[in-house]
């Protein structure tokens, strides 16, 4: 493009006025130097006439105009889309929630998930749980009104919770585990009276009650197992699983994935799952009556069997004492049958604080002897020997929270003589050092770890390489271990059998390189119009 000198020259003393409508400046020139006082590289000719020089320029014409206004809008559509796609937007959520009708309370958990995913494929995190006030619904079986009840201050927390335009269409499951499995097994007229209780009172939530039910152990455990994969993303990785260890307070799951186990063997601790377009076959085995609430009945009534008015308990602290009802211990169906024929009304329990005995009354309390399959766990139970990494969570985790003994790259010998320890510091001293927590568990943990302890070594068959491999948990990514998410889950099929479609590149990618492209093509637009660019010559010419 040729840069002009004005006409408006005007003599000698005036200084010549350099015209570069190319160039963004007017420039006087220095005096005594016209040539070398401008800002534009390149000096310029005179220009022709202005009416000559509209036909001439061929950035007039009307074309290269229309193009290139339309090259900029082009470009400013995009990046203002580019721009307001990737704007954070306010997220809506769907729900769901699932009361976990435990044996010694119930929780109330409530999930959400992203509310525009295909077929409910977003994932699903715990956005709030509460802990209903008294014991589990099994408890009420003498006034099953008060069952219901007692999840109305929950249910109620649950309603301000959930965004109120989502309520109806908000699915609410209630399962109940072992707790209401032996309430069942004792009195199943009782058992069905506390469901009908608590299902009226769930129905006068404005939730989309979808039925209260027992769990099977079964489904307990492979739910579990589910949770804590679906969470640790393994299942939509296609990642090894992790097993999945849970101690209730009746009743004690373990599921985990084996290579030699392909549920042949003993089918009925087999369970398939298809997930994410992987095949899953998960060994499985729930134990009632193994829980740490009824396997601490168990070991008392093994010390209870001649009916005595004191015992002398190694699994409590040296100097706690506590007087227990014969008839409430032995009302449990886990040891009803047990029960001694002539027995006081009550007995008298001792600590003495041994870890060691403890540990044998413990081990008395499973049946390592039968075993009708290639291997077992205990109660002639089939079980393939532990493989990968385990979580392990509820009780496992509270208890060897409090007794500090989570990390397991702690060598189990170091455990038992952390726990030997324990068990045999005296009772005030423990209280003294506990001001704050609950007495009943308080009193509890030396039996508690001793079992955990007894239950993985012997009864699992962990080893102590194996044993390092066990984490103990309680929430993944701010969601809680146990079987309620895999149960929702699997009831409203979030978890798809086959592997979802997913586009090559997520939203804001694909915006930028549409952006990135459209630029440069009008790059290159300009590019090629470069043989009409106006131009500065290089070579000075004096005018
Ligand atoms: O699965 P089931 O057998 O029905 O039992 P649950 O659902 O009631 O079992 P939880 O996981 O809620 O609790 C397991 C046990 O841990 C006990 N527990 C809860 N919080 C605890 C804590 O902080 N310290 C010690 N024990 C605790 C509780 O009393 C139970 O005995």
Redesign the pocket.
């Known amino acids: 493009m040729l840069g002009y000198l004005s006409h408006l020259e005007t003599g000698q003393t005036n200084q010549p006025l350099y015209l570069f409508p190319m160039c963004p400046h007017f420039h006087h020139p220095p005096p005594g130097n016209p040539l070398a006082s401008t800002s534009c590289p390149s000096v310029c000719l005179l220009p022709p006439p202005l009416s000559e020089m509209k036909e001439k320029n061929p950035w007039h014409t009307p074309v290269t105009i229309i193009l290139t206004v339309i090259g900029v809008i082009a470009i400013v559509t995009l990046v203002t889309v580019a721009v307001l796609q990737n704007k954070p937007i306010q997220q809506k959520y769907k729900y769901g929630i699932v009361l976990?009708?435990?044996?010694?309370?119930t929780?109330v958990y409530i999930y959400e998930w992203p509310a525009e995913k295909d077929n409910n494929t977003g994932r699903v995190q715990q956005k709030y749980s509460c802990k209903v006030k008294g014991k589990?619904i099994s408890s009420y079986a003498d006034e099953p009104q008060k069952a219901g009840e007692s999840l109305r201050e929950c249910m109620f927390e649950a309603k301000k919770q959930v965004p109120k335009n989502r309520h109806g269409e908000t699915p609410l499951y209630l399962g109940?585990?072992?707790?209401?499995?032996l309430l069942n097994l004792d009195d199943s007229s009782a058992s069905n009276k506390v469901f009908q209780a608590v299902e009226e009172a769930l129905q006068r939530f404005p939730f989309s009650f979808q039925g209260a039910r027992i769990l099977s152990g079964q489904e307990?455990g492979a739910f579990g197992w589910v949770t804590i994969n679906y969470l640790s993303d393994r299942l939509k990785q296609g990642l090894e699983t992790t097993g999945a260890l849970?101690?209730?307070?009746?009743?004690?799951q373990i599921s985990f994935v084996s290579d030699s186990y392909n549920g042949l063997e003993s089918p009925k601790n087999s369970v398939n799952f298809r997930l994410y377009g992987n095949d899953y076959h998960v060994y499985t085995h729930s134990f009632l009556c193994y829980?740490?609430?009824?396997a601490l009945g168990l070991a008392l009534a093994h010390q209870t069997k001649s009916g005595p008015r004191t015992i002398t308990d190694p699994c409590f602290h040296p100097g706690y004492t506590q007087t227990k009802n014969y008839s409430i211990l032995y009302d449990s169906p886990c040891v009803s049958e047990r029960k001694p024929q002539e027995a006081p009304l009550s007995f008298t329990l001792s600590g003495s604080g041994n870890f060691t005995k403890c540990h044998e009354v413990i081990k008395s309390v499973f049946d390592f002897t039968s075993c009708n399959y290639s291997r077992c766990s205990f109660n002639g139970v089939f079980q393939p020997t532990p493989q990968g990494s385990f979580g392990a969570?509820?009780?496992y985790y509270?208890?060897m929270k409090?007794l500090n003994l989570t990390d397991t790259s702690t060598s189990i010998e170091v455990v038992r003589e952390k726990l030997m320890e324990y068990c045999a510091t005296p009772w005030t001293k423990i209280v003294k050092q506990h001001p704050k927590?609950?007495q009943k568990?308080l009193s509890?943990?030396c039996f508690?770890g001793t079992y955990i302890l007894t239950l993985l070594i012997e009864g699992y068959n962990f080893t102590s390489e194996t044993y390092s491999k066990i984490e103990f948990i309680k929430k993944i990514k701010g969601s809680d271990a146990?079987w309620t998410l895999g149960y929702m889950l699997n009831l409203t099929n979030m978890i798809p059998a086959e592997a979802p479609d997913s586009p090559l590149l997520p939203h804001a990618g694909y915006v930028s390189i549409v952006t990135i492209i459209a630029i440069l093509l009008f790059a290159l637009f300009i590019l090629s119009l470069r043989p009409v660019w106006p131009t500065c010559s290089k070579q000075p010419q004096i005018v």
Do not use: C, P
Request: no cysteine; glycine share 18%.
């Open positions: 976990d009708a435990g044996s010694s309370h929780a589990g109940a585990t072992a707790g209401m499995r307990e849970d101690l209730g307070g009746a009743s004690t829980g740490k609430d009824q969570f509820s009780a509270f208890v409090f927590v609950d568990y509890e943990y508690s146990g």
